[in-house]
């Protein structure tokens, strides 16, 4: 019955794993770094994975595995695992995958630590980011060997706005044995299905859309359990007789637990009930950002707004198949310059001056100089990141309240 309702009808009435003893409404926030064992068989069996018995939160802990069991029912997915940040899931899912020697493809589009993780951490143990043009497939081919381990792109780049097709990218992934693994913060798994488009693993920062207005930080990577791993030299033994279970089996019972990246069960019940609004949000902030993407079309001071929703975007047809009407609440937009931008950021009055995505409140930003700030000025240009570029996103605001408020900085 359940699978016939809305996204929020069935995100409400998914139930607890175990009846509350009070029937809280609200699933209650297991505070508790350990749980106890009536024997010690129990114990045994919980350690070795044989029972689904909590017993140390930085494994799994009620009220986390709560929240991820909601995102598991309404993508359908074979896993889902909620990690401390973004970062957490991005780190935690490469190092599931690659090994010294290993290779990425992804593109120089990426979000600053994304880049930076991919760029410098990994090199540092062996693995190599292979930056390439993923709207290129030949391109794409012709950078892939033996040791290829995934493809991995942002569904819609920022500040750059790019779309790459994931379709044709999943059919290259799927030919070589490899996952392709998409990071779709930007547009949330309420009107973007990724796995219909060839997603196999899915990263999302949480923190964004779902954890509702700025709460807390978190990360999640969703496993479609579509990428069976056949070829992978590093996921071989953890592959059970289904086959389709090595990439969960290795980040669950190895890297996310060494690491400690689990979530913690504060931000778990903070993220649960953004979770419950974020259709709600997502509709009012996206259809603003349209709004507000055709206005700003019409003024003079502005040189070009980049949002893909646009007809004009030379992304719309790909963006309209992918995402639908609604592709994100953000935007870009460029004036004549650095000296304008900073002036037109200084002049705001309603929106805040802050980094971050999807507040409730409307937040702005200029890329270049923040999030890419500490980058060498050739890599910023390879990011294509410029200086006359601002990024909005856009909150619960008025569509009015926020073309005044740009404005009267504008001019
Ligand atoms: C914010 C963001 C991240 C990182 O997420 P954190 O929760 O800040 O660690 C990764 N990718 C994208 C596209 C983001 O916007």
């Not at 569904?155 to 044995?177: C, R, Y």
Request: charged share 20%; with cysteine.
């Amino acid at each position: 019955m359940i699978k016939d309702m809305s996204f929020e009808g069935q995100l409400l009435h998914i139930p607890y794993e175990k009846p509350d003893v009070h029937k809280a409404l609200a699933m209650p926030v297991y505070q508790s770094v350990a749980c106890e064992f009536d024997t010690a068989e129990a114990m045994e069996e919980a350690f070795c994975g044989r029972s689904k018995d909590h017993f140390y939160s930085r494994i799994t802990n009620p009220t986390v595995q709560y929240y991820e069991d909601r995102i598991r029912r309404l993508t359908d997915a074979l896993s889902v695992t909620a990690l401390n940040s973004g970062m957490s899931a991005i780190s935690n899912t490469f190092l599931t995958l690659a090994y010294a020697g290993a290779n990425i493809i992804t593109s120089p589009h990426l979000f600053g630590n994304t880049y930076s993780f991919l760029k410098n951490t990994l090199a540092g143990l062996g693995i190599e980011a292979r930056f390439c043009d993923l709207t290129n497939l030949e391109e794409v081919r012709s950078r892939m060997d033996e040791n290829t381990c995934a493809i991995f792109l942002e569904v819609i780049t920022n500040p750059q706005m790019e779309v790459a097709d994931l379709k044709q990218l999943a059919v290259i992934g799927q030919a070589a044995g490899i996952p392709l693994i998409a990071d779709t913060t930007v547009v949330p798994f309420s009107v973007f299905h990724a796995r219909e488009f060839g997603v196999d693993i899915e990263l999302i920062s949480s923190t964004k859309y779902i954890s509702g207005g700025a709460t807390s930080l978190g990360g999640l990577i969703i496993d479609y359990g579509t990428f069976r791993g056949e070829r992978s030299k590093v996921l071989k033994m953890w592959r059970g007789p289904v086959g389709n279970e090595g990439f969960t089996s290795r980040l669950r019972r190895e890297i996310h637990r060494n690491t400690g990246a689990y979530l913690t069960p504060q931000a778990a019940y903070m993220q649960n009930l953004g979770l419950e609004t974020l259709q709600l949000r997502f509709i009012r902030q996206a259809s603003t950002c349209l709004e507000l993407a055709r206005s700003l079309q019409k003024e003079e001071a502005i040189v070009s707004v980049n949002y893909t929703g646009l007809e004009d975007n030379p992304f719309y047809a790909l963006s309209q198949t992918q995402f639908g009407e609604f592709p994100g609440a953000m935007l870009t937009f460029d004036l004549i310059s650095r000296e304008a931008c900073f002036s037109f950021l200084n002049k705001l009055k309603l929106i805040r001056r802050a980094t971050n995505l999807f507040d409730n409140k409307s937040l702005i930003i200029h890329p270049a100089s923040t999030i890419y700030g500490s980058f060498p000025e050739e890599v910023r240009r390879s990011m294509h990141v410029k200086q006359q570029t601002i990024r909005l996103s856009v909150g619960l605001e008025s569509t009015d309240d926020l073309l005044n408020d740009i404005r009267q900085a504008l001019y």
